[in-house]
């Protein structure tokens, strides 16, 4: 079964702490995703990566820098956290092509 | 966990009964078609999913509907558990491209 760990369930941070959320799949996945969840909006794309080192902006990507230095990690950065990002972030991989996206359990963030 | 989804539409069955949960999309070039299962705490988990070659898919106790006419998506449960209760979402994507548009969900609770 494909695998997508998120390094945390929970964290809070302290307003303008960097943050660091971790992501890797286990099965040589070429496409990552970060996504943010809140209530009535569903989820958003943040940022994603289709390859090692490359990246694209998603639809909200103000307040985050992405890093894919091997295939299998892809970490979301917070350069300073602030309370409005608050959120539940999911990671997700896809081998590309028509198939399903493969998601991670969560993390849960608090900004305080 | 904390509930993902506190102003979601919400469709209570009771045990035994079918479920129909309905979803709509904008993108008429939308050509693949995914619907998720999400628990509380926990990441989404796919369900099925269905190309618009096709106008129905089946699964173990679920169904998927497709009406490009009206760009409509719809999941059918049957004999509906108690271990179905969670929000459910639809998601579509265009060949081509990495990204996948997803719906704000609808929550299921199955009454004993």
């Known amino acids: 079964d494909v695998k997508v760990t998120q390094s945390s369930r929970y964290l809070v941070k302290r307003t303008g702490e960097k943050v660091f959320l971790e992501c890797v799949q286990d099965?040589?996945?070429?496409?990552m995703f970060w996504y943010r969840q809140d209530p009535g909006l569903g989820l958003r794309l943040i940022y994603f990566s289709y390859d090692v080192k490359m990246k694209e902006k998603g639809d909200i990507p103000e307040g985050y820098s992405v890093s894919r230095e091997k295939k299998e990690r892809f970490s979301l950065i917070l350069e300073s956290a602030s309370t409005n990002q608050t959120s539940m972030y999911l990671c997700a991989s896809t081998p590309g092509g028509n198939t399903e996206a493969f998601f991670g359990q969560g993390t849960r963030l608090t900004v305080v | 966990g904390e509930s993902v989804g506190l102003h979601l539409p919400t469709l209570s069955v009771q045990e035994g009964d079918n479920s129909i949960i309905n979803c709509a999309y904008s993108?008429?070039?939308?050509?693949?078609f995914i619907w998720y299962k999400q628990e509380s705490g926990k990441g989404p988990q796919f369900i099925i999913d269905?190309?618009?070659?096709?106008d129905k898919r089946q699964g173990q106790r679920v169904t998927v509907l497709l009406n490009k006419t009206v760009k409509h998506l719809s999941l059918q449960i049957a004999a509906t558990q108690p271990g179905d209760s969670a929000v459910y979402f639809c998601a579509d994507r265009t060949s081509g491209t990495y990204k996948y548009i997803f719906g704000t969900g609808t929550r299921l609770k199955v009454l004993a």
């Open positions: 099965m040589d996945h070429e496409n």
């Open positions: 993108n008429s070039a939308s050509d693949y």
């Open positions: 269905i190309r618009s070659n096709m």
